[in-house]
């Protein structure tokens, strides 16, 4: 597995750069049995899970300088907290990852395994074609760009379709990019409704116990448009995209807690 994204799945990139963004202290790692690693949760990220039942390693993050030479063979994580779509998104945390500086990375990866794992055209070819790659962005465009006016003028400059519309395209030129380096299995998530996490139900905007409900609509204009994305990305010789449907998952979770065993 190659995976990409923001803190939703990072495992300790931002370890390694000069950022405010970085998670390898406790209580983060509390229940997890590496203890503080860079995870921005107390225990597994759901792409730990998905190695787990894919019967994989855990990627190690990219910037680990033990990150070469055979380990590169289970795969590896490129995700960095604060990272968006667009460059500029969370640069007000200092260094990250973006999409296409993470791109650039993997670009690297492939490198390294023609050259030093020695894989010779075909082989690797045939090991990228097989391989996943899971890719995790969208909400810090949002949550760390678009709804920061006092720092950031995209707000100003686009309406909501309009601000989905420039995510979507600058998405696709790098998947575009991931299929042209070799990728052919995606896993692309969704946004959940970040009208209901913390950062925003403490701004005031949502009455108490309720989520702000127009961060959650202008949602709708992204998450539909990359699920259409993966239907026309479907459409290149060998290639297989998948949605994941996060703003659902989450919403189910939220709306019937008993079923997961909250109270």
């Known amino acids: 597995m190659f995976i990409f994204g923001d803190s939703l799945v990072e495992v300790g990139n931002n370890n390694y750069l000069s950022s405010i963004a970085k998670s390898n202290y406790f209580p983060y790692g509390i229940d997890f049995n590496r203890g503080p690693t860079g995870r921005f949760c107390n225990g597994k990220t759901f792409v730990d899970i998905l190695a787990e039942l894919l019967g994989l390693p855990y990627p190690p993050a990219f910037a680990d300088p033990n990150t070469a030479g055979a380990r590169l063979l ?8 604060a990272a968006g779509i667009l460059d500029e998104t969370g640069q007000h945390y200092g260094q990250r990852y973006s999409l296409r500086q993470q791109v650039a990375n993997f670009e690297t990866t492939v490198y390294q395994l023609r050259t030093t794992v020695g894989m010779g055209g075909g082989n690797l070819s045939d090991f990228l074609g097989k391989s996943m790659a899971v890719l995790v962005f969208g909400s810090n465009d949002y949550i760390n760009n678009y709804l920061m006016p006092a720092i950031y003028s995209s707000s100003f400059n686009y309406s909501p379709p309009q601000f989905a519309n420039l995510l979507l395209n600058n998405y696709a030129r790098q998947l575009v990019a991931l299929y042209g380096l070799g990728l052919r299995k995606f896993l692309l998530a969704g946004i959940g409704p970040l009208g209901c996490i913390p950062n925003q139900r403490a701004s005031g905007q949502s009455p108490p116990d309720r989520c702000v409900d127009y961060v959650n609509q202008m949602l709708g204009t992204f998450n539909e448009g990359l699920h259409s994305l993966v239907d026309q990305l ?10 994941g449907n996060t703003y659902a998952a989450v919403g189910d979770i939220l709306n019937n807690p008993a079923t997961y065993g909250n109270v």
């Open 234 to 243: 479907n459409r290149q010789p060998g290639a297989m995209y998948a949605f």
């Open 74 to 81: 289970g795969g590896v994580n490129y995700a960095s907290a």
